[in-house]
């Protein structure tokens, strides 16, 4: 089975829509096959339209193409994927839990030689195939985001946020400009972009803290802090304005924050803790 | 349908929810599936205070006995407040999404690991908090620098603490960068509170911020160095609601605790796991370390520094605290502090 929404022949028609990534689910289910999400518990929209990012129960079963991704803890949880014969993840290194030995990893060729580098390592990117397992997991309190990619959409992701991603996906970063010398003290901002092609894909975040998403309409605006914003349709605009605080006194202080603008999804994170590339 | 409480799916025609074992209020008709992501609309309905049948047992608001949430503090009025055997109340359950209100301003908290407070601001309204706590707020929403007498000119983290105002009408939201737990604490005309600094989130306009030194300090001498410490800080916030009553909302790390201390009674607890006290409740230093030791106090490394309470009044702590500075080094003059030898 390639596909979620796959209804096989014969079966009863009465099914449950998952509320999170839409796809859908035998009525019976308790979570969504395709994003983890518990389907027989309430959305969590707050009142200024924020929608929490669904709480995966532990031991939750994800399924992608032959592979299977299961979700275990809830304070740092950890993604472990049982890879089937030929279906490939790619993922940074410093998410690595553990693995078994003798899954293969390769390195993801990128485009245009950028140099990028984090915590010391140059930035790659590495391949694990099947058969065989591999677990992730990141360094703070916080939560999974699973999004189901559907063929079209195209996605950016806050650096170093990304889990890890299936292979049918495209992959590249792009260095955001604006924001570059007044956030990270001159020092660069990535920003990672993940493109369907033909096939539908899987991509894992890890948000920090809690993870709250809301869909902005063409033209409404909402103002983030730039540390909180961690995905985004790329229809949705981003740019830093400031606010000059403070009087003479303090010797003024700059307040930044990144406006977005709709339309599309804007996901972001309670907590955040910042790694940069160098 | 869906529990009012916890939010599971119950079946049709029970009468408890599986979940949580809260009584399920049948409705006319299920309600549809909500659609994702859009924003509920909008009409705050005035808080109407019926016929007090209950008391709030987290800041004793009296409330309506027929609904889930204190709306003063949000929390859960159907569960039961767990308290430990030695007294140690937890910060009672609050249902994700809980709203209060203040003025006729609401506030919801969201989340569970770092929950945010998500305000939505009348017009009369504002609310001030450090600068670096907000999240996300309306492009409509506007921020200015509270103008404040010295009060303000104290570090964090080695930067200005520079204290903000948001001025309704519409929606500004806050969090901090640590798990934790989010405190709402309604203050009522004429009541303070004493809080260790550096865990305030926000607070509405109401509210008034003074500041007191706590008067609890150290020195450990090595060589010809000299240095103070304060282990429950220089300073003390104490927040007051004059005439009206006023919302405060602190963030603490892991999870929170109160008691309240009847008068005279003692509690001993790590300084930097303080986080709030009622302005009665007095508080010095206090070593313990073996008799076995030398007399000095400078001698030994390993003694134990305490903060000791006295009650009148609550005290509140968190599960998650500083490293003490300075406890190991040699002290060599303090504060009025009590002693006890093994």
Not at chain 1, 5 to 19: D, F, K, M, V
Not at chain 1, 183 to 207: K, V
Not at chain 2, 4 to 33: I, L, Q
Request: neutral net charge; glycine residues 10%; contains cysteine.
């Amino acid at each position: 089975m390639t596909d979620a929404t796959h209804i096989p022949a014969g079966e009863s028609l009465e099914r449950l829509q998952c509320q999170w990534c839409q796809s859908m689910n035998e009525k019976a289910a308790l979570a969504c096959r395709a994003c983890g999400a518990p389907l027989d518990i309430r959305n969590l929209v707050s009142e200024s339209g924020w929608r929490e990012a669904p709480r995966i129960r532990d031991m939750t079963e994800i399924h992608f193409s032959s592979s299977t991704c299961q979700v275990e803890g809830e304070i740092v949880p950890a993604a472990e994927i049982n890879l089937g014969p030929g279906d490939s993840i790619f993922f940074e290194h410093h998410v690595m839990l553990w693995k078994d030995e003798n899954v293969p990893m390769t390195i993801l060729q990128l485009a245009g030689g950028m140099k990028r580098a984090f915590a010391g390592m140059p930035f790659i990117i590495s391949v694990a195939t099947g058969p065989g397992r591999i677990a992730f997991s990141r360094d703070a309190t916080g939560e999974l985001v699973v999004l189901p990619l559907h063929p079209g959409m195209e996605l950016d992701v806050r650096e170093h946020a990304f889990l890890l991603c299936s292979h049918q996906i495209g992959y590249s970063f792009v260095r955001i400009k604006g924001l570059t010398n007044i956030l990270f003290g001159g020092q660069g901002m990535y920003m990672d972009r993940f493109i369907t092609t033909g096939a539908p894909g899987l991509l894992i975040l890890h948000g920090y803290g809690n993870v709250f998403e809301r869909q902005l309409r063409p033209g409404e605006s909402i103002m983030v802090e730039p540390g909180a914003f961690l995905y985004k349709d790329s229809s949705v605009t981003m740019q830093v304005e400031f606010q000059k605080l403070g009087t003479g006194f303090f010797g003024g202080t700059n307040m930044s924050l990144a406006r977005m603008t709709g339309p599309g999804r804007v996901g972001i994170q309670s907590m955040y803790v910042h790694h940069r590339s160098e | 349908m869906f529990c009012e409480n916890c939010g599971a799916r119950v079946t049709d025609g029970g009468s408890f929810c599986a979940a949580c074992g809260s009584r399920v209020k049948h409705e006319a008709a299920a309600p549809p599936m909500p659609a994702p992501a859009m924003p509920a609309p909008h009409a705050p309905p005035a808080l109407v205070v019926h016929t007090a049948a209950t008391k709030c047992s987290w800041c004793g608001a009296a409330i309506d006995a027929a609904i889930a949430n204190c709306p003063r503090c949000g929390a859960a009025l159907n569960l039961h407040g767990a308290v430990t055997r030695s007294g140690w109340a937890e910060l009672p359950g609050r249902k994700d999404m809980a709203k209060l209100q203040f003025g006729n301003s609401f506030c919801q908290i969201e989340g569970k690991y770092v929950p945010v407070a998500d305000m939505n601001l009348a017009p009369e309204d504002s609310v001030y908090f450090a600068h670096h706590v907000l999240l996300w707020k309306d492009p409509e929403v506007n921020i200015t620098t509270m103008s404040l007498t010295g009060g303000w000119k104290r570090l964090l983290a080695g930067m200005p603490l520079i204290m903000t105002q948001a001025q309704g009408p519409g929606h500004i939201a806050f969090s901090k960068d640590d798990p934790g737990e989010l405190i709402p604490v309604p203050l009522q005309p004429r009541q303070s509170l004493d809080v260790r600094e550096h865990l305030f989130l926000a607070a509405t306009g109401h509210v008034q911020y003074d500041w007191n030194q706590t008067g609890i300090w150290f020195r450990t001498r090595s060589g010809n160095d000299t240095e103070t410490h304060y282990p429950v800080g220089m300073f003390m916030d104490r927040f007051s609601a004059p005439q009206t009553p006023g919302l405060l909302l602190l963030h603490a790390g892991g999870n929170v605790f109160v008691r309240d201390l009847p008068p005279g009674q003692n509690i001993l607890v790590k300084p930097t796991a303080l986080i709030f006290k009622d302005p009665a409740v007095q508080m010095h230093l206090h070593f313990e370390r073996p008799s076995s030791m030398f007399s000095s106090w400078g001698y030994w490394s390993n003694r134990y520094l305490w903060l000791r309470l006295i009650g009148p009044g609550r005290v509140a702590v968190q599960s998650v605290f500083e490293r003490l500075e300075g406890e190991g080094g040699n002290i060599s003059s303090f504060s009025y502090a009590t002693e006890q030898r093994w």
